[in-house]
């Protein structure tokens, strides 16, 4: 049973990449675009994370219609100090992926606001134990590149479908997932990609079932 929710998880989620490397197809760069989706996949997951956290927490003190995506940045900074020193990192409710995603369409000034967005997340976590691991976290992400598009407006475009198209993955709760979202996306981006860009075989990834096998041996007879 354990096995068949794992393969229909993985066969969604390769389903999902696939139709958005449809929608790109002809502009952006296969070895580009791996970095557009995964980089995307986890704007939309430290979003969620961040906001599911705050919630969790609000609705535990008996505010239960509370959405932290809702408040307004002036409220929500009274958080920052507590968040970078609890989760590593702080996002404003007007820079959260669902919140962008909303505006998206209308927004002449999509390329921007996540520009801004994404140095804002990474400047968050300065002078904080996590400052290294958000330090350049999306500078393979160029909003502003012309493989998205010769003009902003269509760069905006490709924006918008890289944005919908993640936004309506459906992952859930990560968690919670039998698969490991990023590790199985990054694979399937790899054996997409990998020969175009003169990778092959084992020189790029391990599969995870030889590392899930690798591990179990390994552990066999250990209690600890």
Do not use: C
């Amino acid at each position: 049973m354990a096995n068949s929710i794992k393969e229909q998880e993985r066969e969604e989620l390769h389903k999902a990449i696939w139709n958005i490397a449809n929608d790109l197809r002809g502009s952006v760069d296969g070895w580009d675009f791996k970095q557009y989706v995964l980089g995307f996949m986890f704007y939309r997951y430290i979003s969620e994370n961040i906001t599911n956290y705050i919630n969790a927490d609000e609705h535990a003190a008996g505010n239960v219609s509370f959405d932290y995506a809702l408040l307004s940045d002036v409220e929500a900074e009274q958080a920052r100090a507590d968040m970078v020193k609890t989760k590593g990192f702080f996002i404003l409710p007007s820079q959260l992926f669902v919140n962008v995603r909303k505006m998206a369409k209308t927004n002449p000034d999509l390329n921007e606001m996540l520009e801004k967005a994404f140095k804002a997340i990474e400047s968050s976590a300065q002078g904080s134990d996590s400052e290294d691991d958000f330090k350049g976290l999306f500078d393979d992400i160029d909003v502003n590149s012309n493989k998205l598009g010769s003009t902003i407006a269509r760069r905006n475009e490709k924006l918008v479908k890289l944005l919908d198209s993640i936004g309506d993955m459906k992952l859930g709760n990560y968690k919670d997932n039998t698969i490991d979202a990023f590790g199985d996306a990054y694979e399937f981006l790899m054996g997409m990609y990998a020969s175009n860009a003169g990778k092959s075989g084992g020189e790029y990834f391990t599969p995870q079932e030889v590392s899930e096998l690798l591990t179990r041996l390994t552990i066999v007879g250990k209690t600890e």
